[in-house]
């Protein structure tokens, strides 16, 4: 059996897994589904109405309408079993989250985003909208629409759009983060520049340009300062007489 309290409204079309536990004030709109054992805390909103369907709920209400947002919620939203997202959350329409997420204090995840199982975002991260993310990553920072990270990546920076015209609504490349990399705490990674596998990116640096597998880069303009243990073993075996 699920509890929950009665502060908490939970739409007619959510799914809800055994025993889900349920703070205040939190609400679920649907279509949406939580998977077993998961817990939300006080004030967490979970399928909240993206920007698109905000838009279409203005033009409703504006036109006289006598509705409110959650009616334009289409989406399905699903955050998996066994996960955690504490107080003050939202997790925007059609977000996609596996098993054992691990959400922190006043995160965002984004409409259409989807995320892999072992997900851990730390406290305020914000990570926006139709991003593709793996398995096993550690979060924190910002991310911005369409960017693509894969498995067992921390990222502790900001991934940007270069920004270069300011219109909104104008879409813009986006950085995508490989298998394996790290990128430090305050990083900025600006525009259509992909992160290689494995690399490294200290904090506080400002990439522009692809950084290669196993690189590791510093500083503004990050620059390289070594490959990485993996990657020189790896070529001292392929020189000859090695
Ligand atoms: C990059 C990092 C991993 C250090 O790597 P390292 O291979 O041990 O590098 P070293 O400490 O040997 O430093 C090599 C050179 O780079 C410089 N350097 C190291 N980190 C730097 C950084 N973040 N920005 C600018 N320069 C940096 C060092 O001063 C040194 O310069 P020098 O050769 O002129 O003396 C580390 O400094 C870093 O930025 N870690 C990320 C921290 C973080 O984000 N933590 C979040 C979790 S709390």
């Not at 939300?40 to 399928?47: A, F, L, Y």
């Not at 203005?58 to 309408?65: F, H, I, L, N, T």
């Not at 098993?99 to 995160?107: L, P, Q, R, S, V």
Request: hydrophobic residues 40%; neutral net charge; aromatic residues 8%.
């Amino acid at each position: 059996m699920s509890k929950f309290p009665t502060d908490s409204y939970i739409a007619p079309n959510v799914i809800l897994g055994e025993r889900v536990s349920l703070g205040h004030n939190v609400r679920i709109y649907g279509p949406a589904q939580i998977g077993d054992r998961t817990v939300i805390g006080d004030n967490v909103i979970i399928g909240h109405a993206s920007s698109q369907e905000l838009a279409r709920f203005q033009e409703a209400y504006w036109s006289g309408q006598n509705v409110t947002p959650k009616d334009f919620v289409s989406g399905k939203t699903v955050v998996g079993a066994n996960s955690i997202v504490l107080s003050g959350s939202v997790i925007y329409s059609g977000a996609r989250i596996g098993d054992d997420f691990w959400c922190d204090h006043h995160t965002a995840v984004g409409s259409n985003t989807t995320i892999g199982k072992d997900a851990w975002l730390q406290y305020g991260a914000r990570v926006y909208n139709d991003i593709v993310i793996g398995d096993n990553v550690m979060l924190a920072g910002f991310v911005a629409n369409r960017c693509r990270i894969g498995n067992d990546v921390s990222m502790l920076g900001y991934l940007i759009h270069k920004f270069d015209r300011p219109e909104r609504g104008l879409i813009e490349d986006s950085p995508i983060v490989m298998d394996r990399a790290t990128i430090g705490m305050l990083a900025l990674v600006i525009g259509r520049v992909t992160i290689g596998e494995g690399a490294y990116v200290g904090a506080g640096a400002v990439v522009t340009r692809d950084v290669a597998p196993y690189e590791k880069v510093v500083g503004v303009p990050a620059r390289p300062i070594k490959l990485l243990q993996q990657l020189r073993k790896r070529s001292d075996k392929s020189e000859p007489g090695k």
